[in-house]
């Protein structure tokens, strides 16, 4: 009895074990994961366009193509581990929120990584990987999607009768995409507030702030950049 037991151990470590071309499949996997996912991580960075971005998305880039490699190995062509792996998945909540869609992708990308290294597909991968970086450098070079206008809101305010015209025509001279979108009136106390359009060839937006600032009647000048996410 203990004879066969022995027997039947030694076949089911026998059958789990892992020969020197599995340890070299394994780590190689590992590897290649974890190297093109610091490549896209520092691409992340050299192209990120938001004001700030989050370090530890930085750290994600590089360690989920290594998990989700490491999750391939193990299923590989298991039918059962793959059902208990969606089974898993299906309990798990992600509640960190993505507010650019340019995260989402690289998400992806990192996903797609690790599914292929995991596979063994490590020529697919790097092949696949430089092709995406070439298309990303391309539209961050001549900055694809970016508007060339700039919106902006400009507040002008003062303590005396002014001359709307003059503004008026100062604000003409550095674009003609401007529109008053609000007006106070308080005994001697006044506000104007406008919707500027600029485009990156018109004159610098400090000479237009100069140029108003030089009214008798205008006490304050303000100009604010209303976008969400500003270029780099």
């Not at 190297?35 to 880039?61: C, D, P, W």
């Not at 008798?216 to 209303?226: E, G, K, T, W, Y």
């Amino acid at each position: 009895m203990l004879d066969e037991q022995i027997i039947i151990a030694k076949k089911s470590f026998a059958s789990i074990a892992l020969t020197s071309d599995d340890v070299f499949n394994i780590l190689f996997s590992l590897f290649v994961a974890a190297a093109i996912g610091v490549i896209v991580s520092q691409v992340y960075k050299l192209t990120h366009r938001g004001v700030n971005y989050e370090l530890t998305f930085m750290s994600s880039l590089v360690l989920l193509p290594t998990v989700v490699a490491l999750v391939m190995l193990f299923i590989r062509s298991n039918l059962v581990l793959s059902l208990g792996l969606v089974g898993s998945l299906s309990i798990i909540r992600f509640r960190t929120p993505i507010k650019d869609t340019r995260d989402m992708v690289y998400l992806f990308w990192a996903i797609a990584i690790g599914l292929g290294a995991g596979t063994f597909n490590w020529a697919m991968v790097a092949l696949a990987s430089a092709f995406i970086l070439v298309v990303i450098f391309i539209m961050y070079l001549i900055k694809y999607g970016r508007s060339q206008n700039h919106d902006y809101i400009l507040v002008v305010s003062g303590t005396s009768e002014f001359d709307q015209a003059e503004i008026k025509r100062i604000i003409n001279g550095f674009t003609k995409d401007a529109k008053m979108r609000s007006q106070t009136l308080d005994d001697e106390l006044w506000e104007t507030v406008y919707e500027l359009s600029l485009s990156e060839t018109s004159e610098p937006i400090e000479n237009l702030l100069k140029a108003l600032k030089e009214i008798d009647a205008i006490s304050n000048v303000s100009l604010l950049a209303p976008q969400l996410a500003l270029p780099v």
